[in-house]
């Protein structure tokens, strides 16, 4: 009996797992077959534009239904190739720019857009650089953004203590101490997530170390990161922490951000990106952005722009013409124009309005003075980055275990490893 | 061989098979293809071309990889070391005190072991606010007055390590604790009674006696905390991610081998020959030290 018993659980088990399984597979039948097409995005903070967006896209498409997944920015590229790799993957999604898009372009894992969408050429080449593999020379995206770092500041507190936006280096750390005798943190920048000193680089480093000048330079190999002048520009970096926060070794990329929509910090070095974040935690705050300025008052300051975000398509989808249809959706001005409006993102789609909103056309105007995000745009191809070596470097400075000079040369090393122009 | 030997195997390749395929499926496949995968030169995602054993060569002398692993490698060291001594001496501890029925030793078996029981994301997520410059850790130093020890625990490179190698402490010390307790309430009374007519102090007692019977926990808790020390992954991930940061200090090979086989978005791209490699190290690293580990420990153990 007792055996008995025990055969009858066993089979109830075997079978019950078989059918749990069964279950999963079979596709719930709709009264309407609907092509369903995956969309994959790394801004878990725009899941309700791009849900109201998905929503204009659908009632236009009915035949069509887009399921949209949010991942946490910094896991995005690991559980993208995971699933491409796998086999898995969505069919439209958020791409990188650069090095890494190159990566999924050299892997065939993105399709050639030319030939879907012929609206490409009409791109402006900068914004088409970030999206083209140097490797074969093809589009794979459709630029969506491009991004500027600067500097914000909190234009309540500036009217307060009565500060104007500095025309030069001293004017700045004379309105930081003046922040700082007020009780405010004057820079509300932390340093426990590396990438977020690569930001800072790109928002204080070009004034000091020779903005595009340098950066043709490096690329050229005629000059490189041991450079007096990039050097000088780390020895910059370094005197901003008696600006930071406390312990601001610990401070995150999120708590640097809740200082200054909280109006507890003046300034932030920070990426264009932030703005609609700030709108959403902090209506009231009162902000605008200048570009950080270098020693010399009579030169503007330069920023550091970067093309970021393509919407790609997966190579593998089996659902390539919904998948164009939502792309095309996703590259038209109507979608550009609630990008400027809703993100407050620079959308790079041909003909929109950017200066149809204050904070783009005082981005724009900075633009005037645009230099490559240095890393990224010239050295994030190959293994180690300059990227995660900045990254790295930057902290040991920040915390004080590595000098200017040696965190220059551990940059310089290990581009050196692999970059053929430094190798002359 | 008759009928019933016959049945007798096919019984038991009935309810081997399943275990079998799923160590096959998960265990066996994965470890193969890693070391077929670091055989190869890769471009981005793609395998290139069969290089032989290129990849560990370059693992183990080609700069940034050998400064990487190595630095990582000390790393997994340091957990191993503060884990053994740390955790399982407390452990110990713990699980004597409350052999001994200490006055609410009931009430402690159960709140020791209560973490243990939490997910590792979790008790991550959340040591990683308390441990904020302004979480509840400093907020606790400062309130009773110890303002001086106030860190960036997770942000200062000679405290990160350390600090996580706390937490994962306070996560997982009840295990080892329920582990000896068990043990040590194993330990024949007639033994003891017999020890404590003769006289034998409380600490005599415990390292002439007691100890020397538990030794076959004790190399199971060894081998546990080897296999754990080589795997760290979670806890950095959540406290410090992907970079190990600051600048490479809680990086360990858990994290290095995630970060070189599929990239880390705001660094670099993948390398999956390199990551392979690593992956194959840890499994050879794993197997020779718990096998050591075990060895050493047998030959320690004493029978009744």
């Known amino acids: 009996m007792k055996r008995f018993l025990l055969l009858m659980l066993v089979c109830t088990v075997a079978v019950s797992t078989l059918f749990a399984a069964g279950t999963t597979e079979t596709p719930v039948a709709g009264s309407q077959a ?18 109201s967006q998905i929503a204009i896209f659908e009632a236009a498409n009915p035949d069509i239904k887009v399921v949209q997944t949010a991942h946490k920015n910094t896991e995005y590229n690991t559980i993208l190739a995971a699933a491409l790799a796998g086999g898995s993957g969505p069919d439209v999604f958020q791409g990188r720019a650069y090095g890494g898009l190159a990566t999924f372009a050299d892997s065939h894992y993105l399709e050639p857009l030319e030939q879907w969408l012929p609206e490409l050429k009409n791109y402006s080449p900068t914004a088409l650089l970030g999206a083209t593999s140097p490797t074969d020379g093809k589009i794979y995206g459709s630029p969506a953004v491009s991004q500027t770092v600067f500097m914000y500041y909190n234009k309540a507190i500036y009217k307060e203590l009565g500060l ?65 002048a990039f050097i000088k520009m780390i020895e910059k970096m370094k005197s901003l922490t008696a600006y930071m926060p406390d312990m601001f070794m610990g401070v995150s990329y999120e708590d640097m951000r809740a200082n200054f929509f909280n109006e507890v910090a003046g300034h932030l070095v920070g990426g264009s990106y932030e703005a609609a974040y700030f709108n959403a935690q902090n209506p009231d705050l009162d902000y605008d952005v200048f570009a950080i300025p270098g020693e010399d008052a009579s030169k503007p300051g330069p920023v550091s722009v970067y093309a970021d975000m393509n919407f790609a398509m997966n190579a593998a989808s089996q659902k390539k013409n919904a998948a164009v249809k939502f792309l095309k959706f996703l590259s038209s001005k109507d979608f550009g124009n609630s990008m400027i409006r809703e993100l407050k993102m620079i959308s790079s789609v041909p003909g929109v309005d950017a200066s149809s909103d204050p904070f783009i056309a005082r981005v724009l105007e900075l633009q005037k003075n645009a230099t490559p995000f240095i890393f990224l745009v010239g050295f994030r191809y190959q293994q180690p980055t300059g990227s995660s070596l900045w990254q790295a470097a930057a902290q040991g400075v920040m915390a004080g275990t590595l000098t200017p000079a040696q965190a220059a040369k551990q940059v310089q090393d290990g581009i050196a490893s692999y970059y053929k122009p430094f190798q002359k | ?70 630095n990582a490698l000390q790393n997994n060291l340091i957990w191993f070391l503060s884990t053994m001594v740390l955790q399982n001496s407390v452990g110990l501890l713990f699980g004597y005190l409350m052999s001994r029925s200490i006055p609410g030793y009931q009430a402690f078996k159960r709140i020791f072991f209560i973490p243990v029981l939490f997910s590792i994301i979790a008790v991550g997520f959340l040591w990683g606010l308390y441990l904020k410059p302004s ?25 990160a390590t350390m600090a996580i190698i706390m937490v994962n402490i306070w996560r997982w010390v009840g295990f080892p604790s329920l582990v000896f307790l068990a043990a040590i309430d194993n330990v024949p009374t007639e033994c003891l009674e017999a020890a404590h007519l003769d006289g034998v102090g409380e600490w005599k007692l415990f390292w002439k006696i007691v100890f020397p019977l538990i030794i076959p926990s004790i190399t199971i808790i060894t081998v546990l905390t080897v296999i754990g ?11 410090t991610g992907l970079d190990g940061g600051p600048n490479y200090s809680t990086d360990t090979i858990g994290t290095l081998f995630y970060r070189t086989a599929f990239g880390s978005v705001d660094a670099g791209s993948p390398e999956i020959g390199i990551g392979s490699a690593i992956g194959v190290v840890i499994y050879i690293l794993t197997f020779l030290i718990s096998l050591i580990s075990i060895r050493f420990s047998r030959s320690r153990e004493v029978q009744l």
């Open chain 1, 34 to 51: 609907k092509t369903e097409i995956h969309f994959w995005t790394w801004r878990p903070e725009d899941v309700d534009f791009y849900a």
């Open chain 1, 164 to 228: 104007s936006i500095p025309k030069n280096w001293a004017q700045l750390i004379a309105n930081f101490d003046a922040m700082k005798k007020a009780g405010y943190i004057p820079l509300a920048n932390g340093a426990k997530d590396g990438w977020t000193l690569e930001t800072m680089l790109g928002g204080m480093g070009p004034a000091f170390y020779g903005a595009t000048d340098f950066f043709t330079a490096v690329v050229e190999g005629k000059k490189n990161f041991q450079d007096p």
């Open chain 2, 1 to 70: 061989m008759d009928v019933k030997q016959l049945r007798k195997a096919a019984w038991i390749i009935f309810f081997v098979t399943p275990g079998l395929m799923i160590v096959g499926v998960f265990i066996l496949l994965p470890l193969f293809m890693s070391l077929y995968n670091s055989l190869f030169s890769w471009n981005q995602l793609l395998p290139v071309e069969f290089v032989g054993l290129e990849n560990f060569s370059r693992l183990f002398t080609k700069y940034p990889y050998q400064q990487r692993f190595l």
């Open chain 2, 135 to 159: 979480g509840l850790v400093n907020n606790f130093l400062g309130l009773v007055g110890l303002e001086s020890l106030q860190h960036a625990w997770l942000g200062e490179e000679r405290f």
């Open chain 2, 229 to 239: 020390s080589l795997n760290v992954f979670e806890q950095i991930y959540t406290m």
